[in-house]
T-cell receptor
Framework: AQSVTQPDIHITVSEGASLELRCNYS??????LFWYVQSPGQGLQLLLK??????LVQGIKGFEAEFKRSQSSFNLRKPSVHWSDAAEYFC?????????FGAGTRLTVKP | DGGITQSPKYLFRKEGQNVTLSCEQN?????MYWYRQDPGQGLRLIYY???????QKGDIAEGYSVSREKKESFPLTVTSAQKNPTAFYLC?????????????FGEGSWLTVV
């Protein structure tokens, strides 16, 4: 069965610094990969998704993610973090008839 | 205004009571989902439905029930059999239950046992 691991429960970065959130997946075939963001007490909003083609995908709010098949990873990046990026981030894999979510990474942004 | 509407936003339940969370969508999506979110545990699937009058259990269905009488509606009942119901509940939809389709979420409902 497919699974998703987000190794970092909590990350703190300074405003203006770069960000990378890690995501590893387990699935036998090429998965469909997603990143969502959740503000406190709100639903999840899609940041970006990967289905096929170019392994570097661009999303909303200046985020991008790179699919690396050899490492079974789909890490999320942003070159310069803004205070409004503070939130929880979820990686998800859609495969077959299901979608599995990682446990999430909480991002804190220091002024 | 299109989207997924969950209500109520906040709900309090007494011990032994059943409560129902509403989820309505006007996206014309076939598939609908209910997830439970606890701190530090991510999202866990409770129930899902691909079409009207059909639904399947997810990973943590015990103590919950659903119905899908209309395409637009997928209410979740938290029964008294659910021993630890305090959580954040998220309803979601998908155009069809195909791996590549994006799941869209409502704003969530907080349920607290008092």
């Amino acid at each position: 069965a497919q699974s998703v691991t987000q190794p970092d429960i909590h990350i703190t970065v300074s405003e203006g610094a770069s960000l990378e959130l890690r995501c590893n997946y387990s699935y036998g075939a090429t998965p469909y990969l997603f990143w969502y963001v959740q503000s406190p007490g709100q639903g999840l909003q899609l940041l970006l998704k990967y289905f096929s083609g170019d392994t570097l995908v661009q999303g909303i709010k200046g985020f991008e993610a790179e699919f690396k098949r050899s490492q079974s990873s789909f890490n999320l990046r942003k070159p310069s973090v803004h205070w409004s990026d503070a939130a929880e981030y979820f990686c998800a894999v859609g495969a077959g008839n299901d979608m599995r979510f990682g446990a999430g990474t909480r991002l804190t942004v220091k002024p | 205004d299109g989207g997924i509407t969950q209500s109520p936003k906040y709900l309090f339940r007494k011990e032994g009571q059943n409560v129902t969370l509403s989820c309505e969508q006007n996206l014309n999506h076939d598939a609908m989902y209910w997830y439970r979110q606890d701190p530090g545990q991510g999202l866990r699937l409770i129930y899902y439905s691909q079409i009207v009058n059909d639904f399947q259990k997810g990973d943590i269905a015990e103590g919950y029930s659903v119905s899908r009488e209309k395409k637009e509606s997928f209410p979740l009942t938290v029964t008294s059999a659910q021993k630890n119901p305090t959580a954040f509940y998220l309803c979601a939809t998908r155009k069809s239950r195909t791996a590549g389709n994006t799941i869209y979420f409502g704003e969530g409902s907080w349920l607290t046992v008092v």
